[in-house]
């Protein structure tokens, strides 16, 4: 009679899994399972996939900090110097930010980072604020 052997994930060595990652083999529990069109695969193999596509640089965030930071100001100074009503100023931000967001890309040669859109939201947050605060302050 054979005795079956018992499998723990070697992230979580406390719970019992006979699933292995279809790439490299390494035993997973069902929480560290993701699911991939070619089967289920570790979460260190799908963010080793997925670091091809984050190349960015620590001065690309500052890039894109300064940039996102400095256009939202003086498109905030403008709208509020101009006084746009909100329901407008929504539709004016759209297309306002997306063309931030491409002046951003295109300064770090489309570089991205995993907190490249984190940085650009704060930045631009931040730079509105400043602007309508500076352009208040100045009239």
């Known amino acids: ?3 079956e052997i018992l ?11 006979a699933l292995r990652c279809n790439k490299c083999g390494r035993l997973m529990c069902a929480e560290c399972a993701v699911s991939t069109p070619v089967g289920y695969r570790c979460k260190q193999c799908v ?14 965030y500052v890039v894109i900090a300064a940039i996102c930071g400095v256009l939202s100001g003086i498109a905030a100074a403008i709208v509020n110097q101009i006084g746009i009503p909100l329901l407008l100023m929504l539709f004016i931000g759209i297309p306002l930010g997306g063309g931030i ?3 951003a890309l ?4 489309r ?9 650009g ?17 100045l009239i």
Do not use: W
């Open 121 to 137: 939201v704060v930045a631009v947050v931040v730079g509105a604020v400043l602007g309508v605060l500076l352009q208040i302050t």
């Open 106 to 109: 295109r300064a770090t040669q």
């Open 101 to 103: 967001a491409e002046v």
């Open 47 to 60: 963010r080793q996939h997925d670091d091809k596509f984050f190349n960015a640089s620590q001065n690309d």
């Open 1 to 3: 009679m054979a005795e």
């Open 7 to 17: 499998t723990y994930c070697e992230v979580h060595p406390d719970r019992e899994t």
């Open 111 to 119: 570089r991205r980072g995993r907190q490249s859109a984190l940085v």
